[in-house]
């Protein structure tokens, strides 16, 4: 339940967190690109999207004891994002800017044990979802 509350939580600040840093990306979300970073948090789609991501996550980590599954669905994340033209650079800067969200919002609790795991992990998600991305390009 406790994860529960924590992917909430991200669906909500992590958008604002992610576009500030990178708000070359916002464009790319036809639904709130034109929205000022202030009225985000009121945009219904992002919002959505935000749920959607993180029910997503939420089924990766509900499958990490099944590596083929989880496999399946990293690829079909990345080939789902083919037609936004998105390339593995993308989700790495995704990756960079989760990691720092992480430091973030954890404070002391996110220590350099957890970070290096989550490197780790965020890694071979990124690595996975680019295969996706490049599987029915070539």
């Given at each position: ?21 990178f ?17 985000l948090s009121?945009?219904k ?15 990766l980590v ?5 590596p ?20 593995k ?18 404070g ?16 071979f998600?990124v690595?996975k ?10």
């Amino acid at each position: 339940m406790k994860f529960k509350f924590v992917l909430i939580f991200s669906c909500f600040f992590f958008p604002f967190s992610f576009f500030t840093g990178f708000p070359e990306y916002q464009k790319v979300f036809r639904g709130f690109s034109e929205v000022p970073l202030t009225d985000l948090s009121s945009n219904k789609r992002l919002i959505a999207h935000g749920y959607t991501v993180m029910t997503a996550i939420s089924g990766l980590v509900d499958n990490l004891d099944d590596p083929e599954v989880l496999t399946e669905l990293l690829l079909t994340t990345g080939r789902n994002h083919i037609k936004r033209k998105l390339k593995k650079g993308d989700f790495q800067n995704l990756r960079e800017s989760l990691l720092e969200f992480f430091g973030k919002a954890l404070g002391e609790k996110w220590t350099t044990t957890a970070a290096e795991a989550w490197k780790k992990v965020l890694g071979f998600i990124v690595d996975k979802i680019g295969e996706g991305l490049t599987e029915t390009q070539t």
